[in-house]
């Protein structure tokens, strides 16, 4: 094996956002690119020599170049052996475990996650550290700085490594492993769930369907629910991964997934149906006839978790990221638990999962997971819900009625306007801040507000702190509203908006969200002149 070291200079823009680097496909085959960003991956991790790393992806267009590139950068820089999915795939929450399975250093996954996919559309790569776990802020913080003063790369010489069959062949010294992307982790769920009580489910006339979006959770999903489980053929639909996921986005919401929401909505809806993203890790649960918040899906999955056997001993703790609604804290309080509220974006549990001070954790976004990982696992959330409706012989409203009676209920909505003018977005940000110590006793569309302010966060196990994380405005009668900028975009900027409120009514559970918003909705543009600033009258997404 032949060694080339490369010389390049730094390149702008490479600050990893919530969750890796993420940018246009075609910037990331621009020359020296990708090869910047890994060599200042190895720098900012302190170095490969000698290390085991995971490596996969979500299988979107250039995922395959990228492995090859990434293999042989690390042969070069004297990793010892890289364990790789078959094909260069692995879904994000299959190389969480796979990292930890195997007590890897690390690894490194390619994906921009539930942005579409294409020559033309999103790339990203993004690396976990020994835990399994997103890089916490100190580690791409590191790597970061390295991308500041890139001035060569290493990189071997040779030919594309075969990673289209099973076994292990070496580059170099370096030994490269191709494992079976699925089956580990097809044998992680049957130590968390009750098999035999989801097949009985499954054969009693229940009919679900999971759209897998023509992204990577379609092979993983037909091994567990179709072969596993004996769910019957066809259950998983868009089951085959496609380097663009068809030409849709590969995210799971009443938008993107709205031929599985109309269907679940017909008069011929199967009993529950779910969809996950581009790289697996998130989840929408649906209902015949009903749509479950992710945040009411987490508040469930918290109630009900001790169910399955793998939670039978129940939960440490439970977390969410901030803009998730407060209905976990409801059942947390109610069970007694302690109960985290951490910035947007999983790297931020890692600690508190691998202190013991949470099993579950989730956020608004379509994310639920527990410490059986250290990713967001979206085929994991259907496996428990499904294992929660065996066991309380319950349809998925029934489910959601009786939550509601027991804790009240959190209407809940995030209105999403994509692609805004980033100048504008952040100015009206900065607006909103210089205004936060003036805004409580103010009116907001006939609403009291009570306290304002921009969320920050102090790790409780390692002391770290994390700033400005989004702009709450809480309001009298329990009222929220929080603005966030988005870190996973790749154009202009996203602004996000969490609308949240809460009754004890039972005549009101019915309620459709966005009316029961509708004041909220009102005195959130009235706060932050949010129609002004984004020249939009209407968000582009609504979850
Ligand atoms: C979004 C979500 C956040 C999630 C992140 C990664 O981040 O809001 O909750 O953790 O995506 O999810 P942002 O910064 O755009 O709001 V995934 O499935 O794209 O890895
Ligand atoms: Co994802």
């Known amino acids: ?149 890139m001035a060569r790369y290493e990189i071997a010489e040779t030919q594309d490594i075969d990673l289209s069959s099973l076994g292990t062949v070496t580059l170099g010294d370096m030994a490269v492993e191709i494992v079976d992307p699925i089956s580990d982790y097809a044998d992680l769920m049957e130590t968390l769930f009750d098999f035999g009580a989801i097949r009985a489910l499954l054969s009693s006339g229940f009919e679900m369907r999971f759209d897998a979006m023509h992204a990577i959770t379609g092979p993983y999903a037909t091994e567990v629910l179709e072969r596993r489980l004996g769910a019957p053929e066809g259950t998983v639909i868009n089951a085959v991964p496609l380097p663009d996921f068809g030409g849709g986005h590969p995210d799971p919401n009443p938008i993107w997934a709205k031929p599985l929401v109309d269907l679940m909505m017909s008069a011929g809806a199967p009993d529950f149906a779910a969809a996950s993203d581009g790289d697996g890790d998130r989840n929408m649960i649906l209902g015949r006839n009903v749509y479950v918040t992710p945040s009411d899906s987490l508040a469930v999955l918290a109630a009900n ?30 069970r007694g638990l302690d109960c985290y509220e951490t910035p947007t974006g999983w790297k931020f549990f890692g600690n508190l999962l691998d202190a013991g001070r949470i099993t579950l954790c989730g956020e608004e976004s379509a994310g639920t997971g527990s410490d059986h990982v250290r990713e967001k696992d979206g085929l994991w959330a259907v496996l428990l819900w499904l294992n929660i409706l065996a066991s309380r012989g319950m349809s998925v409203a029934e489910l959601l009625e009786a939550h509601w009676a027991e804790f009240g209920r959190n209407f809940y909505s995030r209105h999403d306007y994509e692609a805004v003018d980033a100048g504008e977005a952040e100015a009206m940000m900065e607006r909103l801040r210089g205004r936060l110590g003036a805004l409580a006793g103010e009116r907001a569309a006939g609403r009291v507000i009570e306290a304002a302010d921009e969320f920050a966060y102090d790790d409780p196990v390692d002391g770290s702190h994390a700033a400005a994380q989004g702009i709450r405005v809480l309001l009298e009668g329990g009222g929220r509203i929080v603005y966030r900028l988005s870190g996973t975009g790749t154009v202009g900027a996203t602004l996000r908006v969490y609308l949240e409120d809460v009754t004890e009514d039972p005549a009101r559970f019915g309620e459709d969200p966005q009316e029961a918003l509708a004041q909220i909705i009102a005195a959130a543009d009235e706060i932050a002149g949010i129609a002004k600033s984004t020249g939009r009258d209407a968000p582009d997404v609504r979850t």
């Open 1 to 149: 094996m032949r060694k080339l070291t490369i010389e390049t200079s730094p390149i702008e823009g490479q600050k990893p956002g919530t969750s890796g680097l993420r940018k246009k496909t075609r910037t990331f085959m621009e020359p020296h690119y990708l090869e910047n960003f890994v060599q200042s991956i190895w720098e900012g991790i302190g170095g490969v020599t000698g290390k085991t790393l995971v490596l996969g992806g979500d299988g979107r267009y250039f995922n395959d170049r990228a492995a090859q590139v990434i293999l042989r950068m690390a042969a070069a820089s004297g990793a010892a052996r890289v364990i790789v999915g078959q094909g260069a795939l692995l879904s994000t929450p299959a190389a969480s475990h796979l990292i930890r399975l195997r007590g890897a250093d690390g690894g490194i996954i390619m994906s921009a996650s539930h942005n579409p996919g294409g020559i033309d559309e999103d790339f990203g790569v993004k690396y976990n550290t020994a835990n399994g776990g997103p890089a916490p802020e100190e580690v791409t913080g590191r790597i970061f700085e390295a991308t500041k003063r």
């Open 305 to 334: 978790a001790h169910l399955a056997p793998g939670y039978a001993g129940g939960l440490k703790g439970v977390a969410r990221s901030m803009p998730t609604s407060r209905a976990l804290d409801r059942v947390a309080k109610a």
